[in-house]
């Protein structure tokens, strides 16, 4: 395999986030290792020549910009993603008054509770400044029944309402977590004596094979590279959140190294001669 340069094309304000503090990084090793030279771009101001790009913006909506950019490249993967916003793709989202009967989640629209928009300085969608309606996805709230819900819940631009179906076992909840760049994939089953599983309150992770009807999802979406978490629920998956710019996991377990070289590889699929 010749040498070839892979651009990596972040937001314009991520000058000062080094690469090596996103989830990507963990995969720059392996394509360094194998002879090839990673190109980290920072906005649209500089065409660097490359054999491919990765679209790293980590917006919940991507400007139009920097998929006009990417696609001056030969290849441009996540070229075709723009919006991740739960509203989006969903399902089980609802609106006061409707007939569903059991537990409920309030969650942020955008990924990651809006943190990402307002460290890049962009808006909550209600026009009430930058601060992000939650503190970080563990405080997503849960109630019982859809009447228990705050009217401005509804109302709000920046949340959405959703049915809550956890994945359950001897009284633990659990969600998958599907990685992925081209034909390459990890995925694992985290588990927690909490209802929302995310870093701190997981207790447990295991192998998992992924679920197809997620496979299949990743592929009408358009995505080349990121991570969905779902759940299972009498065989069928329920989506949870998808992510086209992972986050860095700290702890290099050699379980976690050798997950990373097996994603990084997936890379060469896209490599034209």
Do not use: C
């Not at 491919?52 to 991507?62: A, E, F, I, K, T």
């Not at 026009?127 to 503190?135: I, M, R």
């Not at 207790?203 to 979406?221: F, G």
């Not at 969905?228 to 329920?238: E, K, L, N, S, T």
């Amino acid at each position: 395999m010749r040498p070839r340069r892979i651009a990596l094309l972040f937001h314009e304000q991520d000058t000062r986030v080094r690469p090596e503090t996103t989830g990507v990084a963990g995969l720059i090793p392996t394509w360094e290792a194998d002879g090839h030279t990673v190109i980290p771009l920072y906005g649209t101001g500089v065409f660097e020549p490359a054999d491919l790009v990765l679209v790293h913006v980590d917006l919940s909506v991507v400007p139009e910009a920097y998929l006009d950019f990417a696609a001056r490249y030969p290849v441009a993967l996540n070229g075709r993603v723009r919006d991740i916003r739960k509203s989006t793709f969903s399902p089980g989202l609802l609106r006061a008054g409707d007939p569903w009967k059991g537990p409920v989640i309030v969650k942020s629209d955008r990924n990651y509770g809006g943190h990402p928009e307002a460290l890049r300085g962009v808006a909550r969608m209600d026009g009430q400044g930058l601060l992000p309606s939650f503190g970080s996805p563990l405080d997503y709230e849960i109630y019982d029944s859809l009447g228990e819900v705050p009217p401005d819940r509804f109302e709000s631009p920046d949340l959405v309402v959703q049915a809550f179906l956890p994945e359950m076992e001897d009284g633990r909840f659990f969600v998958r977590s599907y990685a992925f760049l081209g034909d390459r994939h990890t995925t694992q089953r985290a588990g927690a004596d909490e209802p929302i599983v995310k870093g701190q309150t997981v207790t447990s992770t295991e192998p998992a094979e992924p679920h197809p009807d997620i496979v299949a999802l990743r592929h009408r979406l358009g995505f080349d590279y990121g991570k969905f978490d779902y759940v299972v629920r009498d065989g069928a998956a329920v989506i949870l959140d998808i992510n086209k710019t992972p986050g860095a996991i700290y702890r290099a377990s050699p379980r976690i190294l050798e997950n990373r070289r097996i994603r990084a590889q997936g890379l060469y699929g896209f490599f034209r001669d």
